[in-house]
């Protein structure tokens, strides 16, 4: 059974960190690109961060840069996504995703495999 599960969300306040990871089962890890994707009440899914198989390629959307750092531990089957400077408007619930190509994509349509997602609110 393929299973993303994500962990480390919770309530912050603004300015502050949290850091969520997605660990894998069922599926061999290192020969799937990874992301995360975010989704606002009343909002669409947005593409946040994606990483390639090999960890060596990321792709971060423009409010991620510079506040959002992702990594990959493919020993561990996980990809942990560490976000400073946490703002109000960074409140969503985030999903795990994984695609069986060398490299991520912004489309979420691409991923075949979905986390039941992490919740993150920031309040200001």
């Known amino acids: 059974q393929v299973q993303l599960i994500e962990s480390g969300g919770g309530l912050v306040q603004a300015g502050d960190s949290l850091r969520l990871s997605c660990t894998a089962s069922?599926?061999?890890?290192?020969?799937?690109?990874m992301a995360w994707f975010r989704q606002a009440p009343g909002k669409e899914r947005e593409f946040v961060v994606g990483?390639?198989?090999?960890?060596?390629?990321?792709d971060y959307e423009d409010f991620a840069k510079g506040r959002f750092t992702l990594s990959r531990d493919n020993t561990k089957k996980t990809v942990y996504l560490q976000m400073n400077s946490l703002k109000p408007t960074d409140t969503a619930v985030y999903y795990c995703?994984?695609?069986?190509?060398?490299?991520?994509?912004?489309?979420?349509?691409?991923?075949?495999?979905w986390g039941q997602g992490t919740q993150v609110t920031v309040s200001s």
């Open positions: 990483i390639s198989r090999s960890g060596i390629i990321t």
């Open positions: 069922g599926l061999t890890f290192s020969n799937y690109a």
């Open positions: 995703a994984a695609r069986a190509f060398p490299v991520t994509s912004r489309r979420s349509y691409d991923y075949s495999t």
